[in-house]
């Protein structure tokens, strides 16, 4: 599978690009700026322009060529096409999936490598992260909001890069879900994300350049998902 284009270049927003393969209703482009969802965090949203007007991107799915984005009706879009992702709504899936980070950071350290059992991140600026937290205390858990806003407030700089998949695996912590790990490019390299001097771990999503653009967060909810896992609710 190819490496996704917004890895590389996540501030393209807008894409003239060309047509691969086409159904009705659905086209495969050369690139493309859209996010296609995963780990928790929901596909980017948007419009696709084309000789025969504007649609919206209802859906988008990967297979070995790339990127397929479902649009309404049946139209057979051919020729070029211009992609455009919605501005805000990508900032706050950043926004989310990068405090998400800080929280699994937090956890990581101070609760003996706790791994992640689940995350989902909403359009309602709220996101969970599920861990394995057998006999943890909610209180503590809900303490983490103060140094989650200190780390906001620090503006620590988020930085991505590639490495060898087998490499990366050698490293300890570097994978911290129990349930799905990030994709493995064609190249066998996996994506990482480092959040400077507090966070470093494999991901495939979008994130903020730095802690500091992201508004105050608050710790809504603590639930007990079970005898071991603990759900933490946040809001921006």
């Known amino acids: ?60 799915a990967r297979d070995e060529r790339g990127l397929w984005h479902s649009v ?38 101070r609760f003996g490598g706790a791994l992640l059992t689940g995350a989902q991140l909403n359009d309602d600026g709220t996101f969970r992260v599920d861990f394995d937290l057998s006999g943890a205390d909610n209180e503590a858990l809900r303490a983490l909001e103060a140094p989650l806003n200190d780390i906001i407030r620090q503006d620590l700089p988020v930085s991505a890069a590639f490495m060898a998949h087998t490499e990366a695996q050698a490293i300890p912590g570097l994978f911290r879900s129990k349930a799905v790990a990030p994709p493995v490019g064609e190249d066998r390299l996996v994506r990482i994300i480092e959040i400077l001097g507090l966070d470093r771990q494999a991901c495939g999503g979008t994130h903020l350049a730095s802690t500091g653009q992201s508004r105050p967060a608050r710790i809504v909810k603590i639930d007990n998902k079970g005898r071991q896992n603990r759900r933490i609710k946040v809001a921006v």
């Open 1 to 60: 599978m190819p490496r996704a284009f917004t890895h590389d270049h996540p501030d393209i927003l807008q894409l003239e690009t060309d047509v691969l393969d086409a159904r009705p209703g659905a086209v495969l482009v050369e690139r493309s700026p859209f996010f296609p969802g995963g780990g928790g965090q929901l596909a980017d949203r948007g419009i696709l322009r084309w000789s025969g007007g504007v649609l919206p991107v209802t859906g988008l």
């Open 72 to 109: 309404p009706g049946d139209s057979l879009i051919s020729g070029k096409v211009m992609l455009e992702v919605e501005p805000a709504f990508r900032a706050l899936m950043c926004e989310l999936h990068t405090l998400a980070h800080v929280v699994n950071a937090l956890i990581y350290t």
